[in-house]
């Protein structure tokens, strides 16, 4: 059994199945996965706006909304971690290995994801009471 439903002033006519009459069920907005940049200046010199760029676009790429870049001339991961754990980002995206003094500190992975974009490397993050 088809009703016929049309808009106030008759705008447009449209028909549904009975059982579709009442509150239509909304689509959820898409959940926004967060993103955010670590780049070391002291090791990318003049091309740092090319590894900036190179990280947004991978964050494009992969559907990650960047909150923006932590450039830093040492390596203070406990800043990085800080930054981190207070914005809730879903990803930190490193454009080498170096970047992080080949190793990502698991005390880092136990709050996000970690992405080196050359070579392509993700380091999932950790829950801490499935490795005791």
């Given at each position: 059994?088809?009703?016929?439903?049309?808009d106030p002033a008759g705008a447009r006519r449209f028909t549904r199945a009975s059982a579709d009459i009442g509150f239509a069920r909304r689509r959820r907005p898409p959940a926004?996965?967060?993103?955010?940049?670590?780049?070391?200046?002291?090791?990318?010199?003049p091309s740092r706006p090319q590894?900036?760029?190179?990280?947004?676009?991978?964050?494009?790429?992969l559907g990650y909304e960047l909150l923006g870049t932590l450039i830093?001339?040492?390596?203070?991961?406990?800043r990085l971690q800080f930054l981190v754990t207070e914005l809730a980002v879903d990803v930190v995206l490193c454009p080498t290995f170096i970047?992080?003094?080949g190793q990502v500190p698991a005390d880092l992975l136990n709050v996000t994801d970690v992405i080196v974009i050359?070579?392509?490397?993700?380091?999932?993050?950790?829950a801490p009471q499935l490795l005791d």
């Open positions: 059994m088809h009703k016929q439903i049309s926004v996965r967060t993103a955010i940049g670590y780049v070391r200046a002291d090791l990318t010199g590894c900036e760029s190179l990280i947004r676009t991978t964050a494009t790429d830093l001339t040492a390596t203070p991961l406990a970047h992080l003094d050359d070579p392509p490397i993700t380091y999932c993050r950790r």
